[in-house]
């Protein structure tokens, strides 16, 4: 079992940054990637920002790009999302995850554990 606590979600203005951490906490050492998703409401889930645990390889949807950056500190078992540059459009609920294998990092079925999930609301 691995818990997801996410926290740092709120409410500013376009153009400003947030700073996403998702605590991770039971067995830690059986996990590949931990990723970030989004959901505004009426839509699908989408994939944001992933890493691998190991060797800490990143991947990025192309609407963050440049302006989100996901990092991991395994001292604190603590996954960050830092976001720069925000936009009404980043609105949404954003939720941290966890897979156990290999394989797509992007796709919401590919991950085990899911967090609760922080809210993000960015006015224009």
């Known amino acids: 079992q691995v818990q997801l606590v996410e926290s740092g979600g709120g409410f500013l203005q376009a153009g400003g940054s947030l700073r996403l951490a998702c605590a991770v906490s039971?067995?830690?050492?059986?996990?590949?990637?931990m990723g970030w998703f989004r959901q505004a409401p009426g839509k699908e889930r989408e994939f944001v920002a992933a890493?691998?645990?190991?060797?800490?390889?990143?991947y990025y949807a192309n609407a963050v790009k440049g302006r989100f950056t996901v990092s991991r500190d395994n001292g604190k078992n603590t996954v960050y999302l830092q976001m720069n540059s925000l936009k009404p459009e980043d609105t949404a609920k954003y939720y941290c995850?966890?897979?156990?294998?290999?394989?797509?990092?992007?796709?919401?079925?590919?991950?085990?554990?899911w967090g609760q999930g922080t809210q993000v609301i960015v006015s224009s």
């Open positions: 995850a966890s897979k156990g294998l290999r394989g797509l990092v992007n796709v919401p079925s590919e991950y085990n554990y």
């Open positions: 890493i691998t645990w190991g060797a800490a390889n990143t």
């Open positions: 039971g067995r830690t050492f059986s996990m590949y990637a």
